[in-house]
Every structure is written in structure tokens, then in C-alpha cells.
């Protein structure tokens, strides 16, 4: 080799050595800002996937007005973090995603620089420099002059402060969030550490057990000065009878003081150097601080911030690695991102012991060799979310239904919005039912189904006092739920089309167990919405016990969370076509294929069709039912994609509803869809990318991965002209599950112009 084409080899390898180390890997596409405004109700913070601990700023508790005047936020608020709020009280250290009602964002910590202040009117402050990235986030503190990094494991939190010279502090502050019940209860136990525990509880403002968070925080230096705090309200008469109050703050400067409240709070006070860092990591526990403390010391040993950093940035890469895509910057980010929200709930609750809250009773249980889960928001998740991790991640979906088993068999009923082994009630519908029934046709088949089929039967068998199905005994002997005596959220009519749903998925593993008896009977209870059908309207409408109309009927009230008489969070028409177990049925209700494609496409021309909320995420796909009409799938969804989701904080349309929003951007994008759980064909449509490959999970079907990609007649093309499995035509436009996982290769041949 000449010392020219030396040269030449030694540029073209440092060149390439330079495009690799510039190579992004998914994790680096995810934006945590995205739904963090417009009601996503996500947080930017740092989170493990599936965790119980995560460590989100907290900016809600406060608005700060012109005049320096610090303002309660007195808006319905689910979120820790609003991008467009500007004055920071702290870091919440347990904390939910994308949720419709307030609840945890407690256990705050604060640096703080100058005089000791307790006052978190008095010390939030503003910020800049935000960055985040998947187990990192990272920003500057003006009035403290601070830089703040944090992190998180599974079952603990990290902090790194640096801090100007000077006099620092450090606050733990239990009186800050967003849980409804009051109650807390904090203990100096040296210059190093505090323990103590927060109550949570009342979800949703539905009456429900509560709970207590235990934790133990710990600093990686002795304070110079340390103790606990509590607000205390102090009256004084202004004007006659007229009486205002002041909040204080006072501090107990004691040993091991242990001081119970509804606003307490511990503080460490420091003289540093300059760019000198503080350390604060705090486990967590539902069981107790002494397995707080072992959580902690398992999962955080030492401070080493980079560590735990690394190794969560790591877990993330793992998981979002199952799908590797390929196309723009842009729609990868937007992609990852979804992924990543979808990977936060639902959240394991054990700890390093295997020791979890028992499900609605008092007690504790043990786990053995697998997760115990909690968050499940089945009314939004069951749609999608399960089938999805069912076929990215089947051995996360497992564990989740064994939960869901084991909490049968603890409290006497399938969970339908748990949160933290307690049951909120929250939302209608029985939606264990889909879920299990979903998973288990998927092939999905390491739990107990004769425990989870007996569960399944209570709730539909049970009439009276049945804890997941109110108003049973009237849809047993009627068909549907009548709209007699119905309250605000009752919703008979959603709540009806819910059980129809259950049903059709109890009588689908009815005839996968072999029991033809249930399945001829659910079946038929499943057809029950046609008793709903007001051939006058083309809706499905409110109908009281003796069989007659609920009137006035104005299909159009339940816009934006209006009340609606007959429906919950949407109006008659997004639930009009809310049937998906029977799609051809509600084909012939309408009038026929012309018919039912003019009303359903008359939902998105008239702007009934509501990104924002679950009840009508399907409908998109609704089209590739008719024949000749496939083409309005493929252009609605790409039109829903452009209009709704966004590489920015507003880029979620609504509540992320613990990834439901998100799961229906990462099906429509790679070109498939569940449309109805319980069945196993996916729709499909034109992808986003040009070719998207999944990893599967071998245990459970046996070849290694999946490709959907695209054959683009221009660039611009985006409707099917045709399709072709392994390279054979492929004439369908549904294809199922298990076709789907049988290792193949499936081809979008595109065109400029719809195929009509």
C-alpha cells in the first residue's frame, strides 16, 4: 500500500468510525416535552420504563402575575408539569402520565439558594435550559442559581444539585401536589437523612381506600443545619368580621423529630464552594419505610448519578429497539416518543422483598419470580395498548394479566381503574373482560384462564351488587342499560356498548375453551346494541326501561366533555359507530355499505370525530369494511397524523390516558390496526414509514421479526395501489395476527391517487 492510498484508507475509516459514533439510536429520538401542554398531562421528568418511582419538575403549584404576586393555579389540573408555566416549587418523586384527574406528583425536593426560606411562594422560581432525554432531565434554576439533574431506577429517585458558593439548602417538602386526600408524616433521622410517609387516594374525587407512600431520602453530605417544618396558618381579623390569614412556616430545629401534618416538610442547610454538588437519591415503597430503605440501597447503593442515568437511558434503548423504523427525522421522533409514553404504565408495585399492597383488602402479598403491576386504566387501554404489548413486548403483557388474575382471586373482582391495589371505579364498562380475552387469542397463554374465566363470569353473570357492571340487572333482563334514573356519568348508552363489548370477547374465549353453551350466549347478549339503533337518526340512543326513547335527543350535546344524557366523555355521534365487534351488522343497520360510508364519513366532514378521547379512535378505520372505500382509511389516518401529532409539547390531542393516544399514533403509523380486541384481524393502511421491522419475542411466536415496508410509485405516493405478502399478492385489506407473526414480509405498493 503507496502513502496515497494510505491516506485514503486512514480518511475513510476515521470517516466512518465518525458516521457511527453520529448514528442515532431510538432512545435518542424521544422528545419527553411532547404532550407536556394541550392536556397530554405527560411529564418531561426522568422515569424508568414501568416504574414505580420517576422524579418530574413541578411548576402547577403556582402562577406568578404581573406585580410579583404568586397566584394559586386554581385550574383542573392532572399534570405535575404545564410547558407554559414558568415558576418551579420542586421535584415530585411518584408521579402518573397522561391521566384525566389529579392524583399523586408527591414527595417534593428543592434546592434553594440564600436564606433558609420554607415558603414555596416564596422560593419557586424560574428556569431555562430544559433538556430531557429517556432516564434524564436537566435545568438551570434562576432565582437559586442552580443547576438541577435528575434520574431515576425502578423503585428510587436521584437529584444531583450544583450549587453557587454560599449558603444552600435542601427542602423535603410532603405538603406540595396533586393528591386529593391530606395527611403526612415526616422524621429527621440524622444530618443525612429523613424518612416518613404521604397519604394518596380519592382519584377522580370517587369515594375509595387510601394509602400511604413510605420514603426514605438520603444526602451524599452532612448539613450544617437540619430539621422539619410546618405550615401553620396564623388569623387575624381585618375590617369587623371580615378574617384573612397568613400562611407560616415553622421550623423544629431537632434530632430525630418526627412530625406528623397535613403540610410537613424537612430542610438541610449547607455552606458550599462554588460548583460544588449535592447529591439526594429517595426510595420508595406502598409497603413500608423499611422497605423503603431497602429499595434504596438495592437499587442506588452509592451517588453515582451517571450511573443510574446510564443505566436507565440504557433499559429505554432496549425496549424501544423492538422497532426499528425507517424514514423521516421528523416522524421518528414523533414515533419513539409515543413508544416511550406507552412504555410508562402500567407500573410495577413490588419491591426489592417481592412485598405489594394486597388488592383492596388490608394485607400484604409477595411476589414469586415475576412483576406486580398497577395503574391499569382499562377503559382507555383495553382498546389498544394490551393488543400492542402483546405483540411487541408479550412477556411485559403476561405479567400484567397475571396481575390482573392474581387481584381476582385477592378481592373477588377483575380490576377496571386501579391504581396502587386500590379500585377507583372510575369510568364504565367492564373492561378486564377484552383484555384477557384479547391476550389469550393472541397466544399469550402462561396465566391462570381458568381462574380468569371464572372472574370473567361473576361480572357477567352477577345481576345485583355487581362491583364492575352497574345497572346489570336491568341489561340482563332488558338487553341494554336503561336511561332511567341515569346520574351525570352514568352514560347508558356508552356504558351499554361496553358491556356488548365484553360480552362478544367472554363468548370469543368461550368457543377458544370449548364451552359452546357461553359462547352462544354472550354472543347474542353482545347483539344487543341493535335494540339501541334509532333507524330515525342512525345513532345509537338513550332508552328507558318500558322501551321508549329518551327525549329531547340532540346527538350533538357531549362535545368537549359536555354532560350528555346516555354518554360518557362523548356524544351520540362518537359513539355511533362504537361497534366494532359487529361491524357488518352495523353496516346493514345504516342502510348498507353506500349508506353507512356517506354517515361515516359525514362524522369527520361535520367535525364530530374526536382525536382527543377513545370512544372514536376507530373509526378511521371503519371504511376498510366496505369494499371500494379502503382509500378514506388511508387518507383520514395520514390527515390525523399531520393535524394531531407533533414533534412539540402540544403534539398529543388530549389526556395521553397512560398511553392510549400515543399506542393508536404507533399502530396507524406502521400501517396496522386492532379494531376490535378479541379480534385478530389488523387493518391496514399506508404506513408512515418506509419500512418498519418488529422484533418478536421467540417464546411466544417463534420467528424473530416482522416487515412492513413501502414500494412508492414517487416519492409523494400515499394510497395502496396493492399489496403482497412474502412477495405474493395479497388481496385483503385485514390481516391477522397470526399471520401477522409468522415471521413475514408485507409490501404497501403505493401510488400518487386513491384506488377508488
Given at each position: 500500500?503507496?502513502?496515497?492510498?494510505?491516506?485514503?484508507?486512514?480518511?475513510?475509516?476515521?470517516?466512518?468510525?465518525?458516521?457511527?459514533?453520529?448514528?442515532?439510536?431510538?432512545?435518542?429520538?424521544?422528545?419527553?416535552?411532547?404532550?407536556?401542554?394541550?392536556?397530554?398531562?405527560?411529564?418531561?421528568?426522568?422515569?424508568?420504563?414501568?416504574?414505580?418511582?420517576?422524579?418530574?419538575?413541578?411548576?402547577?403549584?403556582?402562577?406568578?402575575?404581573?406585580?410579583?404576586?404568586?397566584?394559586?393555579?386554581?385550574?383542573?389540573?392532572?399534570?405535575?408539569?404545564?410547558?407554559?408555566?414558568?415558576?418551579?416549587?420542586?421535584?415530585?418523586?411518584?408521579?402518573?402520565?397522561?391521566?384525566?384527574?389529579?392524583?399523586?406528583?408527591?414527595?417534593?425536593?428543592?434546592?434553594?439558594?440564600?436564606?433558609?426560606?420554607?415558603?414555596?411562594?416564596?422560593?419557586?422560581?424560574?428556569?431555562?435550559?430544559?433538556?430531557?432525554?429517556?432516564?434524564?432531565?436537566?435545568?438551570?434554576?434562576?432565582?437559586?442559581?442552580?443547576?438541577?439533574?435528575?434520574?431515576?431506577?425502578?423503585?428510587?429517585?436521584?437529584?444531583?444539585?450544583?450549587?453557587?458558593?454560599?449558603?444552600?439548602?435542601?427542602?423535603?417538602?410532603?405538603?406540595?401536589?396533586l393528591t386529593n386526600e391530606t395527611g403526612a408524616m415526616i422524621k429527621v433521622v440524622s444530618e443525612q437523612e429523613v424518612e416518613g410517609?404521604?397519604?394518596?387516594?380519592?382519584?377522580?374525587?370517587?369515594?375509595?381506600?387510601?394509602?400511604?407512600?413510605?420514603?426514605?431520602?438520603?444526602?451524599?453530605?452532612?448539613?450544617?443545619?437540619?430539621?422539619?417544618?410546618?405550615?401553620?396558618?396564623?388569623?387575624?381579623?381585618?375590617?369587623?368580621?371580615?378574617?384573612?390569614?397568613?400562611?407560616?412556616?415553622?421550623?423544629?430545629?431537632?434530632?430525630?423529630?418526627?412530625?406528623?401534618?397535613?403540610?410537613?416538610?424537612?430542610?438541610?442547610?449547607?455552606?458550599?464552594?462554588?460548583?460544588?454538588?449535592?447529591?439526594?437519591?429517595?426510595?420508595?415503597?406502598?409497603?413500608?419505610?423499611?422497605?423503603?430503605?431497602?429499595?434504596?440501597?438495592?437499587?442506588?447503593?452509592?451517588?453515582?448519578?451517571?450511573?443510574?442515568?446510564?443505566?436507565?437511558?440504557?433499559?429505554?434503548?432496549?425496549?424501544?429497539?423492538?422497532?426499528?423504523?425507517?424514514?423521516?427525522?421528523?416522524?421518528?421522533?414523533?414515533?419513539?416518543?409515543?413508544?416511550?409514553?406507552?412504555?410508562?404504565?402500567?407500573?410495577?408495585?413490588?419491591?426489592?422483598?417481592?412485598?405489594?399492597?394486597?388488592?383492596?383488602?388490608?394485607?400484604?402479598?409477595?411476589?414469586?419470580?415475576?412483576?406486580?403491576?398497577?395503574?391499569?386504566?382499562?377503559?382507555?387501554?383495553?382498546?389498544?395498548?394490551?393488543?400492542?404489548?402483546?405483540?411487541?413486548?408479550?412477556?411485559?403483557?403476561?405479567?400484567?394479566?397475571?396481575?390482573?388474575?392474581?387481584?381476582?382471586?385477592?378481592?373477588?373482582?377483575?380490576?377496571?381503574?386501579?391504581?396502587?391495589?386500590?379500585?377507583?371505579?372510575?369510568?364504565?364498562?367492564?373492561?378486564?373482560?377484552?383484555?384477557?380475552?384479547?391476550?389469550?387469542?393472541?397466544?399469550?397463554?402462561?396465566?391462570?384462564?381458568?381462574?380468569?374465566?371464572?372472574?370473567?363470569?361473576?361480572?357477567?353473570?352477577?345481576?345485583?351488587?355487581?362491583?364492575?357492571?352497574?345497572?346489570?340487572?336491568?341489561?340482563?333482563?332488558?338487553?341494554?342499560?336503561?336511561?332511567?334514573?341515569?346520574?351525570?356519568?352514568?352514560?347508558?348508552?356508552?356504558?351499554?356498548?361496553?358491556?356488548?363489548?365484553?360480552?362478544?370477547?367472554?363468548?370469543?374465549?368461550?368457543?377458544?375453551?370449548?364451552?359452546?353453551?357461553?359462547?352462544?350466549?354472550?354472543?347474542?347478549?353482545?347483539?344487543?346494541?341493535?335494540?339501541?339503533?334509532?333507524?330515525?337518526?342512525?345513532?345509537?340512543?338513550?332508552?328507558?326501561?318500558?322501551?321508549?326513547?329518551?327525549?329531547?335527543?340532540?346527538?350533538?350535546?357531549?362535545?368537549?366533555?359536555?354532560?350528555?344524557?346516555?354518554?360518557?366523555?362523548?356524544?351520540?355521534?362518537?359513539?355511533?359507530?362504537?361497534?366494532?365487534?359487529?361491524?357488518?351488522?352495523?353496516?346493514?343497520?345504516?342502510?348498507?355499505?353506500?349508506?353507512?360510508?356517506?354517515?361515516?364519513?359525514?362524522?369527520?366532514?361535520?367535525?364530530?370525530?374526536?382525536?382527543?378521547?377513545?370512544?372514536?379512535?376507530?373509526?378511521?378505520?371503519?371504511?376498510?369494511?366496505?369494499?371500494?372505500?379502503?382509500?378514506?382509511?388511508?387518507?383520514?389516518?395520514?390527515?390525523?397524523?399531520?393535524?394531531?401529532?407533533?414533534?412539540?409539547?402540544?403534539?398529543?390531542?388530549?389526556?395521553?390516558?397512560?398511553?392510549?393516544?400515543?399506542?393508536?399514533?404507533?399502530?396507524?403509523?406502521m400501517g396496522i390496526y386492532p379494531v376490535c380486541p378479541g379480534d385478530m384481524d389488523y387493518a391496514l393502511f399506508t404506513p408512515s414509514?418506509?419500512?418498519?421491522?418488529?422484533?418478536?419475542?421467540?417464546?411466544?411466536?417463534?420467528?424473530?421479526?416482522?416487515?412492513?415496508?413501502?414500494?412508492?410509485?414517487?416519492?409523494?405516493?400515499?394510497?395502496?395501489?396493492?399489496?403482497?405478502?412474502?412477495?405474493?399478492?395479497?388481496?385483503?385489506?385485514?390481516?391477522?395476527?397470526?399471520?401477522?407473526?409468522?415471521?413475514?414480509?408485507?409490501?404497501?405498493?403505493?401510488?400518487?391517487?386513491?384506488?377508488?
Open positions: 500500500m503507496n502513502l496515497k492510498t494510505a491516506s485514503i484508507f486512514i480518511y475513510l475509516t476515521l470517516f466512518l468510525a465518525g458516521l457511527t459514533s453520529l448514528a442515532q439510536t431510538p432512545a435518542d429520538y424521544v422528545n419527553p416535552f411532547i404532550g407536556t401542554t394541550n392536556y397530554g398531562a405527560t411529564h418531561p421528568g426522568a422515569q424508568y420504563p414501568h416504574a414505580m418511582a420517576s422524579v418530574s419538575p413541578f411548576n402547577v403549584a403556582f402562577k406568578k402575575e404581573e406585580g410579583n404576586i404568586h397566584e394559586k393555579d386554581s385550574e383542573w389540573n392532572s399534570r405535575v408539569y404545564i410547558h407554559e408555566h414558568k415558576y418551579l416549587t420542586g421535584y415530585s418523586h411518584v408521579n402518573l402520565s397522561g391521566v384525566g384527574c389529579p392524583e399523586l406528583g408527591s414527595i417534593l425536593t428543592m434546592p434553594t439558594h440564600g436564606p433558609l426560606e420554607l415558603n414555596p411562594e416564596m422560593y419557586a422560581t424560574t428556569y431555562q435550559n430544559q433538556e430531557a432525554k429517556p432516564g434524564y432531565f436537566t435545568h438551570d434554576l434562576d432565582q437559586h442559581q442552580t443547576k438541577v439533574e435528575l434520574s431515576s431506577t425502578l423503585r428510587a429517585g436521584i437529584s444531583r444539585y450544583t450549587f453557587p458558593k454560599g449558603e444552600n439548602n435542601i427542602l423535603i417538602n410532603l405538603g406540595l401536589g410517609y404521604k397519604t394518596i387516594g380519592t382519584f377522580c374525587y370517587h369515594a375509595e381506600d387510601v394509602r400511604p407512600i413510605y420514603f426514605v431520602a438520603r444526602l451524599s453530605k452532612p448539613a450544617k443545619n437540619y430539621g422539619a417544618w410546618k405550615k401553620m396558618p396564623k388569623y387575624y381579623a381585618v375590617e369587623g368580621d371580615w378574617v384573612k390569614y397568613n400562611d407560616t412556616y415553622k421550623p423544629y430545629n431537632q434530632y430525630a423529630y418526627e412530625l406528623p401534618g397535613e403540610n410537613v416538610g424537612a430542610y438541610f442547610s449547607f455552606d458550599t464552594e462554588d460548583q460544588e454538588q449535592i447529591t439526594v437519591k429517595i426510595g420508595i415503597s406502598y409497603i413500608s419505610i423499611e422497605n423503603a430503605r431497602a429499595n434504596l440501597d438495592q437499587e442506588i447503593p452509592d451517588f453515582d448519578f451517571d450511573r443510574v442515568a446510564q443505566a436507565s437511558y440504557d433499559r429505554w434503548n432496549e425496549l424501544l429497539s423492538r422497532i426499528q423504523v425507517e424514514g423521516s427525522e421528523e416522524n421518528k421522533t414523533i414515533f419513539y416518543t409515543a413508544l416511550y409514553h406507552s412504555l410508562i404504565h402500567p407500573n410495577i408495585i413490588q419491591d426489592v422483598n417481592g412485598e405489594f399492597p394486597l388488592m383492596s383488602k388490608p394485607g400484604i402479598g409477595k411476589t414469586q419470580d415475576r412483576n406486580r403491576y398497577s395503574v391499569f386504566s382499562l377503559w382507555d387501554t383495553y382498546r389498544n395498548v394490551h393488543p400492542f404489548l402483546s405483540l411487541i413486548y408479550p412477556e411485559l403483557q403476561s405479567e400484567m394479566v397475571n396481575t390482573m388474575v392474581d387481584m381476582y382471586t385477592e378481592s373477588g373482582w377483575m380490576p377496571k381503574w386501579e391504581l396502587a391495589g386500590m379500585e377507583t371505579g372510575v369510568m364504565v364498562g367492564d373492561p378486564a373482560a377484552p383484555v384477557i380475552a384479547d391476550t389469550y387469542l393472541r397466544g399469550i397463554k402462561d396465566f391462570d384462564i381458568n381462574k380468569a374465566y371464572e372472574g370473567l363470569l361473576k361480572a357477567g353473570e352477577t345481576g345485583e351488587n355487581n362491583l364492575l357492571r352497574p345497572d346489570h340487572q336491568a341489561y340482563l333482563e332488558l338487553g341494554y342499560v336503561p336511561v332511567d334514573n341515569e346520574d351525570q356519568w352514568g352514560g347508558s348508552v356508552s356504558t351499554s356498548q361496553e358491556y356488548y363489548i365484553s360480552d362478544w370477547n367472554i363468548a370469543q374465549l368461550s368457543k377458544a375453551l370449548g364451552n359452546q353453551d357461553n359462547f352462544k350466549s354472550y354472543q347474542q347478549r353482545s347483539m344487543g346494541y341493535k335494540k339501541l339503533f334509532d333507524g330515525s337518526t342512525g345513532m345509537l340512543r338513550p332508552k328507558q326501561a318500558n322501551g321508549s326513547w329518551y327525549s329531547p335527543f340532540n346527538p350533538d350535546l357531549g362535545k368537549n366533555f359536555e354532560p350528555a344524557v346516555g354518554y360518557v366523555e362523548g356524544s351520540a355521534w362518537n359513539y355511533r359507530f362504537y361497534v366494532p365487534h359487529d361491524m357488518p351488522g352495523l353496516i346493514k343497520l345504516n342502510g348498507g355499505p353506500r349508506k353507512f360510508t356517506e354517515a361515516l364519513q359525514k362524522t369527520f366532514d361535520l367535525d364530530h370525530f374526536d382525536m382527543a378521547n377513545e370512544p372514536d379512535i376507530t373509526y378511521p378505520f371503519l371504511f376498510n369494511y366496505v369494499k371500494g372505500e379502503e382509500w378514506r382509511t388511508q387518507k383520514t389516518v395520514k390527515e390525523l397524523i399531520s393535524k394531531h401529532y407533533t414533534n412539540a409539547p402540544g403534539g398529543i390531542p388530549g389526556n395521553d390516558d397512560t398511553g392510549a393516544l400515543s399506542t393508536w399514533l404507533l399502530y396507524s403509523m414509514f418506509d419500512k418498519v421491522t418488529i422484533q418478536l419475542n421467540e417464546k411466544y411466536y417463534g420467528n424473530s421479526e416482522i416487515v412492513l415496508q413501502t414500494d412508492r410509485e414517487s416519492d409523494s405516493s400515499s394510497f395502496i395501489n396493492r399489496m403482497s405478502l412474502n412477495g405474493k399478492p395479497y388481496k385483503s385489506y385485514f390481516l391477522s395476527h397470526q399471520d401477522l407473526t409468522k415471521g413475514n414480509t408485507f409490501t404497501f405498493h403505493l401510488i400518487d391517487k386513491p384506488k377508488k
